[in-house]
């Protein structure tokens, strides 16, 4: 079997950020105005990667599959990437989520952290549960899900494989944020707190649908899931010093005034990072977020593709249209609802 290239098509771009400070000066007076963009500031919720970042890699991710798996993947393409974001909205419903989409991996000594069992059990035996729960466990989580999506193409159960797609490529997108595999997850042991977001979703959200390449390539078949797991794992843990360090020395080179800014966002006014600021931040990056989001893509198509074929390549054609089992249905209902609350259980990444 031949995978073809497929060719790379930018997704549409989010609306522009605009209005300003005068607009809320006008309709509410300067205390009033001072609490809202406090309130907002401090309310405005980090994400993972970003929604708009985990909708673009699983949107990315399906162009390059096979003709065998596009199919079933390419039709359904909407719902791959609105789901993306379930795992983030589960955090505020399901206790036990959030450890799934991180691993503290500097807790386990230095790089590479060869006191740290790769396989689920070993590290069990070498460290309590609890203990690896509480630091995190996205990649035996992530080998997991391979397994759940493997089981569901081998039953050639539509819904299951949908949304357990969904749900694999957000985990397989965490991991290659280097944020994610550092104790110092938001800068909070630097006095670098919000550079979370700053690192996942602001320099997406301004950058990737004007310069950020998506061309890739085709998915490759992984035979050791977990070692390629790991990998990237290892990877972020690298990157997390230069995330951190390359903004503490932007940041003491550029003055408070020229660091954040007020922008309209979905209707309200939102404190965050500066445009330029950003800009100069992607750019002493040199390129590292586009990078890892193409690693991303790569990653999610590549896990999607291996899931398959481990299942025997069953085909994708003609699947029934089944709707997904009514506890999956009321669990997605009850995400929106919890989300629009903004009560996230456990570790957030604003924490």
């Known amino acids: 079997m031949t995978i073809r290239p497929a060719r790379s098509r930018k997704h549409s771009r989010l609306p522009a950020f605009g209005g300003g400070v005068g607009i809320c000066m006008k309709k509410c007076g300067m205390k009033k105005c001072v609490l809202v963009f406090l309130c907002i500031s401090c309310s405005h919720a980090c994400f993972c990667w970003g929604f708009y970042a985990h909708r673009q890699i699983n949107f990315y991710a399906v162009f ?58 070993d590290a069990c035996k070498r460290y309590s549960e609890d203990s690896l729960v509480k630091h995190g466990i996205a990649p035996w989580w992530i080998a997991r899900m391979v397994q759940r999506l493997t089981r569901a193409f081998e039953t050639r159960n539509r819904a299951l494989i949908l949304k357990t797609s969904a749900d694999l490529g957000h985990y397989l997108a965490d991991i290659h944020v280097p944020l994610h595999a550092s ?22 959200e301004l950058f990737a649908a004007s310069s950020f390449d998506f061309l890739i390539g085709r998915a490759d078949y992984i035979k050791d899931v977990s070692g390629f797991t790991w990998d990237r794992v290892l990877e972020s843990a690298a990157a997390s010093d230069t995330v951190l ?18 922008d309209m966002r979905q209707g309200l006014l939102v404190r965050q990072y500066a445009a330029g600021y ?31 074929v481990n299942a025997g390549q069953p085909s994708l054609r003609g699947l029934q249209t089944t709707a997904l089992p009514a506890a999956d249905s009321l669990e997605w209902r009850q995400l929106q609802q919890a989300w629009m609350r903004d009560r996230m259980l456990g570790r957030s990444c604003a924490e």
């Open 64 to 121: 390059l599959l096979p003709p065998e798996m596009l199919v079933l993947y390419k039709p359904e393409i909407a719902y791959l990437a609105d789901h993306a974001v379930d795992p983030d909205k589960r955090r505020y419903i399901v206790k036990e989520e959030g450890p799934r989409h991180y691993i503290d991996i500097d807790r386990y000594g230095v790089y590479p952290y060869p006191d740290l069992p790769r396989s689920w059990e």
């Open 278 to 308: 950003t800009a100069a931040y992607h750019q002493h990056l040199n390129g590292m977020v586009e990078r890892r989001m193409r690693q991303s893509i790569y990653a999610v198509a590549s896990c999607w593709y291996t899931a398959w």
């Open 245 to 262: 360090l390359v903004e503490r020395m932007l940041s003491a080179a550029t003055p408070a005034d020229r660091k954040y800014a007020y």
């Open 183 to 204: 104790s110092n997850h938001n800068g909070q042991h630097t006095g670098q707190h919000g550079i979370h977001g700053f690192w996942e979703s602001r320099i997406p």
